[in-house]
């Protein structure tokens, strides 16, 4: 798994599509920032800021997964990689754990803006802190079904379309949990996505939230796995 992990990381640190995707976040994070609190006077509340940079975040996450499987194969590496001595779980959380990493690290920096502010103003770290929490979780939950786009195909654009439609029934989901009443409703609104995620930007970390988005990636995890290793044996 290591062996995967660091040659996935390494990509992205030596790459420019990795320099270009997380220069492009924070230029963003800069903007958002900017906007909000040098033109806004409520400076202290950071939940709308850091929910637009989770949607921002629900953009970059698909165009850095979506190249993890469908390149070994566009590369003609990747029955090498199925038959190498790791098992398939070790290359899935492998790839899997090397985007969060590279994802974690340009939402570590917008913790830099709170404290840029504190010296002027009373920072609600709690609230911070859960909205820093709920943009670690949805990358999680979306890289996971981004790894599932990336091994149904070996072309990039079609892998991009695959993981956006992901995202949009997670939406729809959500959409529909809040239009209405009724145990389809309840049901609905249980894995509706926005309903957990939306807790996070209020300041409230649940153990049931936290549940929601572990399973979901766990599923999205498992699903690649199972992809990967039908291929193998097709």
Known sequence: MFSVYKKEIKIYFTSIMGYCIMGIYLAISALLFWGYF????????????FSDMNTVNLFIVPILTI???????KL?????????????WEIIIGKALSVFTFTAIGNTLLL??????????SIEWGIIIAGYSGILFSSMLFISFGMVA???TDNYVIAALFSLLFILIFMIISFFANSGSGIINRILKEI????????????MIKAENLLYFIIGSF???YSSKLMIESRTWA
Not at 38 to 49: H, I, K, L, P, T
Not at 78 to 85: A, G, K, N, Q, V
């Open 38 to 49: 040098a033109q806004v006077n409520n400076s202290s509340d950071f939940s709308s800021f």
């Open 67 to 73: 190249r993890l499987l469908a390149e070994e194969k």
């Open 76 to 88: 003609g590496t990747y029955e090498l990689l199925m038959t190498s001595p790791i098992s398939s």
């Open 112 to 121: 830099l803006y709170p404290l840029i502010l504190s010296p002027y103003t």
């Open 150 to 152: 990336s091994s149904l």
């Open 192 to 203: 509706s996505y926005s309903n957990h995620y939306f807790q996070f930007v209020t300041g």
């Open 219 to 221: 599923l999205g995890l």
